[in-house]
Nanobody, 125 residues
Framework: QVQLVESGGGLVQAGGSLRLSCAASGRTFSSAAMGWFRQAPGKEREFVAGSTYYVLYTDSVKGRFTISRDNAKNTVFLQMNSLKPEDTAVYYC?????????????????????WGQGTQVTVSS
């Protein structure tokens, strides 16, 4: 059974940092595209960052967030620096099992097969 479990969320002041982790189990994810999405209250879920052999970020987090993965540990990370109140959301990890790792990560949540339960990130001003 495939499972994704996020951790690392919390409350931080603007300008601070958090590191989210997503531990995957049930299969090897070294050949799976991994993505981070977020959903703020009253807003639609949005793509934040994705990782295949390439990485991709939404414009609002470029230069502040970094996605990385430790394939040996089946874990993907999202390092978030210079956090802003508008980064407040529930952050979700997702895995896309079908597709080429030589493709750019998909921005569409519909393309991802498995999702974690989410972790809350709250940035105070």
């Amino acid at each position: 059974q495939v499972q994704l479990v996020e951790s690392g969320g919390g409350l931080v002041q603007a300008g601070g940092s958090l590191r989210l982790s997503c531990a995957a189990s049930g299969r090897t994810f070294s050949s799976a595209a991994m993505g981070w999405f977020r959903q703020a209250p009253g807003k639609e879920r949005e793509f934040v960052a994705g990782s295949t052999y390439y990485v991709l970020y939404t414009d609002s987090v470029k230069g502040r967030f970094t996605i990385s993965r430790d394939n040996a540990k089946n874990t993907v990370f999202l390092q978030m620096n210079s956090l802003k109140p508008e980064d407040t959301a529930v952050y979700y990890c997702a895995a896309k099992l079908v597709g080429s790792m030589w493709s750019t990560p998909s921005r569409s949540g519909r393309d991802y097969d498995y999702w974690g339960q989410g972790t809350q990130v709250t940035v105070s001003s």
